[in-house]
């Protein structure tokens, strides 16, 4: 059940919660921001890996953050941890349905139909008034079992919850990809037709895990959206899909630490681009993506050993 | 070894990174610009930007005109501006912020171009005491839905727009009937349409809307609205199309001659002025967010301001460029007063006392803190008709209207927008100047 | 063996594509027990029977019946559920994965409907056994893409077998694979067949092979069922000798 790589990944939540009482305020938000999308990473990973690459993983994130908003406001749901339950259920709800359409489409018609579905998202947030339409709204600050929390307490307590969220997801995750299930998704990008040969329906296994990957990136999003404390429909937008999809690649399909050490850099490099060259960050960003993908074509999760002879 | 040294160094830089401040701040006084420096929005923020260089040299170099001259600096201490990217999402500009005031030792925030970005920032500022002053963003859901202590506005918001313009029309259109408007779909296109058709329902409650047109923000494309706009033949159309899209809608009109039949009000047309000048047709009814620019009273402040600018990057100033030198301004003026004659640094919450609800000159003109508990501004404006003298090849304005701020602002603890559909009662217009 | 039940029955299976018919009229019972082997030049339509009777491709007129229940056009993953398998004649294999990888796979989706598939994989199972049984132990943890092609098409036909079926499929078993090793692997192959009591239904174009190990033949000829019967019978045939034989020699 428990493997040695799993006690590594308690190990590295365990060093990041103890680091939470020495990490400033900023610190705490982009740790936390990278970590979120790490877990939407880790959803990413499990359609690369049975070949799909999904454009519109953003609409998911802002699903998940628009339902703990809502949450709030409308249903007075203030717990954090009620909150992500129902951000996550939201979004995977809607990407089970969603799924029912997509299950059937493979390579540039699953990320464009994927596309669309974020961007018709994107459009009705931007008309509805009642949500604010591009300014968003505010949502308040959460309480965690009945504790308010203020100031940089707060965030600590965010980022902790969030560093817990991560190790668990990551974990649950990590599991799964030792499993028969998670065998299925290779099968299917190295063989489709042999699946089903097999007696496994390839459709249900790609059903699945977008549902699965659905709800990962609603949790993400209701974590930024509790964190930042305002959601706005610029979460659904497609170039924050094209940010979860640059992770993805840069990650690589090999397993949970690509997934997450990639989104890891890519938002310290932006954070560094930002502040060394407030003008030219995007130049910066793109290029180290572009020098790191040249680098390791096969992602960052290439790096870690392999203990099978493969070609 | 080599790896102990490896680690040696990376414990070192983690350390250098976690000290909050630094030793950078002890004489400047850091002020942090947050403007859109790339995407779509750069265009129209970048005078801004100029505006905001050049007054932190003049206030540097003790170069500005009366009534600031005589002391450089900010209550003596010399200004350094530096400048962040308002880009990359709320979560991104969230902890950025916190980078400012955490990290990078930042004194002042100015700037904020986007609503969304000053609704998100706000309680965080006042979490962190950071003071900051918004130029220009626009909503004036900040001081309406919250009140601050460490955050403040040295702009009118767009309420002030709708007002005039509809207190314009009446006066100089009273013939006008039916009214149709063209907004881009978002939040700036939504409010600045509700609140217009608010006020000109309180001032003219004889017209009807006859034609609504919400194409996509940054569409680009407006054939199908502006034939259907034509088919309908409204007296007057509202767009708050602004930067590309205002010149795109600028251009695809006038080759309709949709102007020769609907009067236009178009209360970001300033903001297009210089890039496209000529090609604006006659007769276009905008204002300024206060009485900017072509609007602007004769000052020395004014003349000063408009002959750097113009020297140094070819054209007028818009109003975002007098947005950002009137908070510079207002942080001068408050600076000065708390750091009293001694020149000591003064106390942010002095700073902050000084700042609410003191009136300063900007080059547009006088601004009083007067909303918000002393944290939002109101400002007169003008209203006026686009005109281009050919001859001189440049931009004016015709028929100038010119609104006090307690005509067209709403009143302390009014919302905006209950106040433009109350008929803006409480508002006090004897002062309305016609040229 | 004849009275023993119909295992799978084409009953008038026409296929057509477009202005090409690839098959004419195909009717054909395999009883249980049998092992049938499926002769006929190329481009006589064998393949696209297999196809058929595995639900990969929709018959344009005619029935499939398994076990007397009409499966026509169900689709290969629900054959697979009634007791179906194949193997190709281009090996299909997942070419990043080792064979070892292969075969649990194939066990753990045979077990599916006793364990579930978010178990553990298994390990040291029958796949261990079936590696053994075909001799892959050596390679084993190798890639399959780096593996030489008799042992790619033992790999297929054992992943086929590791979803003990109760009729097996295999196209041209032998094809790509050179003579001296055609004989040794038909017998591991037999080997694990007869192990497990297995219906088979095999495509090949090597008569030895054919006449070694079957107890019924089909001759296709441009789609249609030019023969149907025993070893002895069919080989003998006139038809069957000129336009499926004669050519073959003719290629050999």
Not at chain 2, 166 to 188: C, D, K, M, S
């Amino acid at each position: 059940m428990f493997r040695r790589a799993d006690l590594r990944l308690a190990a590295a939540g365990a060093v990041l919660l103890a680091a939470t009482s020495l990490m400033p305020g900023w610190l705490l938000v982009l740790a936390a921001t990278a970590l979120a999308k790490g877990i939407v990473a880790l959803g990413l990973l499990l359609l690369m890996r049975a070949g799909l690459v999904p454009f519109g993983q953003a609409m998911f994130y802002c699903l998940g953050g628009y339902a703990a908003g809502l949450g709030s406001l409308w249903l007075g749901i203030r717990d954090v941890l009620l909150l992500l339950l129902l951000a996550g259920l939201a979004a995977g709800a809607a990407g089970w349905v969603v799924g029912l359409l997509i299950r059937r489409y493979r390579g540039i018609f699953f990320a464009m139909l994927s596309m669309a579905f974020s961007m018709i998202l994107y459009g009705v947030l931007l008309k509805s008034q009642d949500l604010g339409s591009s300014d968003g709204f505010s949502v308040p600050r959460p309480t965690l079992l009945g504790l308010t929390m203020t100031g940089t307490p707060a965030l600590r307590i965010l980022f902790a919850v969030t560093v817990l969220l991560t190790v668990l997801l990551a974990w649950g995750v990590s599991a799964y990809l030792r499993t028969a299930m998670g065998q299925i998704g290779p099968a299917i990008r190295q063989n489709e037709v042999r699946v089903s040969y097999l007696g496994y329906e390839p459709d249900r296994l790609i059903h699945r895990e977008y549902a699965a990957s659905g709800l990962l990136a609603g949790v993400a999003g209701a974590l930024v959206a509790m964190l930042v404390g305002q959601v706005d429909p610029g979460m659904g937008f497609w170039m924050t899909s094209g940010e979860f999809v640059f992770i993805a690649i840069l990650a690589g399909t090999g397993g949970i630490w690509g997934s997450l050490g990639a989104a890891f850099i890519l938002e310290a490099v932006h954070a560094i681009a930002f502040d060394v060259a407030p003008t030219y960050w995007r130049l910066i960003l793109g290029g180290t993506l572009l020098v790191m993908i040249l680098r390791f074509p096969a992602g960052l999760s290439s790096l870690a050993p392999r203990r099978v002879r493969r070609a | 070894m080599r790896r102990l040294s490896k680690i040696t160094l990376a414990a070192a830089a983690l350390a250098a990174c976690l000290q909050a401040g630094g030793a950078l701040a002890q004489e400047k006084l850091r002020i942090a610009v947050v403007t859109p420096l790339t995407g779509p929005l750069a265009s129209v923020n970048v005078p801004g930007q100029n505006a905001a260089r050049i007054l932190a040299e003049a206030i540097n170099a003790g170069t500005l005109p009366a009534p600031y001259s005589g002391r450089r600096g900010m209550g003596g201490a010399e200004v350094e501006l530096f400048f962040l990217d308002e880009n990359g999402g709320n979560a991104k500009q969230v902890s950025e912020f916190r980078g400012l005031a955490e990290r990078r030792g930042a004194d002042v925030v100015m700037g904020f171009g986007s609503a969304a970005t000053c609704l998100a920032v706000a309680p965080v500022a006042e979490e962190l005491k950071v003071l900051t002053v918004m130029s220009t963003c626009a909503t004036p859901r900040i001081f309406e839905d919250a009140s601050y202590e460490y955050v403040f506005r040295t702009t009118a918001h767009t309420t002030m727009d709708s007002a005039a313009l509809a207190l314009y029309v009446r006066q100089r259109l009273p013939e006008v009937r039916t009214v149709g408007h063209i907004n881009p779909n978002f939040a700036l296109g939504q409010d600045s349409w509700r609140d217009f058709a608010a006020a000109m329902k309180s001032a003219m409650p004889a017209t009807r809307v006859v034609a609504e047109q919400w194409p996509t923000m940054g569409s680009g494309q407006y054939t199908a609205e502006i034939s259907a706009l034509a088919a309908r033949r409204p007296d007057l159309i509202h767009t708050s199309l602004t930067g590309t899209d205002m010149e795109a809608f600028m251009t695809q009109m006038s080759a309709r001659g949709l102007q020769e039949q609907s009067r236009i009000v178009a209360p970001l047309l300033e903001l297009a002025i210089n890039r496209m000048g000529r090609q604006i047709p006659e007769g276009i009814i905008f204002t300024a967010r206060g009485t900017n620019g072509l609007f602007a009273p004769p000052s020395a402040l004014n003349t000063w301001f408009t002959d750097i600018y113009r020297g140094r990057h070819n054209e007028m100033p818009v109003f975002t460029a007098y947005q950002y030198a009137a908070t510079l301004l207002a942080l001068k003026a408050a600076y000065d007063k708390a750091a009293g004659p001694a020149g000591a640094r003064p106390a942010t919450r002095d700073v902050i006392a000084a700042l609410r609800s003191s009136t300063f000159e900007a080059p547009g003109g006088t601004i009083r803190m007067a909303l918000g508990n002393g944290h939002q501004a109101i400002q007169d404006t003008a209203v006026g008709e686009f005109g281009f003298d050919r001859r001189a090849n440049v931009t004016t304005v015709r028929n100038v209207t010119v609104f006090p701020a307690a005509c067209v602002n709403p009143p302390a603890g009014a919302r905006s927008e209950a106040w433009l559909r109350d008929g803006m009662p409480g508002a006090d217009c004897s002062g309305i100047v016609n040229r | 063996m004849a009275d023993a039940p119909a295992l799978l029955e084409a009953q008038g299976l026409v296929m057509r594509f477009g202005a090409f018919t690839a098959l004419r009229g195909i009717s054909a019972t395999i009883r249980g027990g049998e092992v049938v082997g499926l002769i006929g030049t190329n481009g006589a339509g064998k393949t696209t029977f297999l196809n058929m009777v595995t639900g990969y491709l929709r018959p344009t007129e005619g029935r499939v019946l398994l076990e007397g229940r009409d499966v026509t056009g169900t689709g290969p993953r629900e054959m697979v559920g009634r007791g179906l398998a194949r193997s190709f004649q281009v090996p299909q294999l997942f070419p990043e994965m080792t064979a070892r990888e292969h075969l649990v796979l194939a066990e753990a989706l045979a077990d599916q409907g006793q364990r579930s598939l978010l178990g553990p994989l298994p390990e040291g199972g029958r796949a261990e056994a079936m590696l053994a049984r075909f001799g892959l132990a050596a390679i084993a943890d190798t890639a399959v893409s780096l593996v030489p092609q008799g042992q790619r098409k033992l790999i297929d036909i054992a992943m086929a077998l590791m979803l003990r079926p109760r009729l097996l499929l295999l196209d041209e078993p032998t094809s790509g694979v050179s003579s001296a090793e055609k004989g040794p692997l038909m017998q591991t192959v037999f080997e694990a067949i007869r192990a497990g009591g297995v219906t088979v239904l095999f495509v090949e174009h090597d008569m030895e092979i054919v006449e070694r190990y079957v107890t019924r033949i089909l001759a296709f000829r441009d789609g249609e069922l030019l023969a149907d019967g025993t070893p002895e019978a069919v080989l003998r045939d006139r038809e069957v000798a000129r336009s499926v034989l004669r050519r073959k020699e003719v290629a050999t």
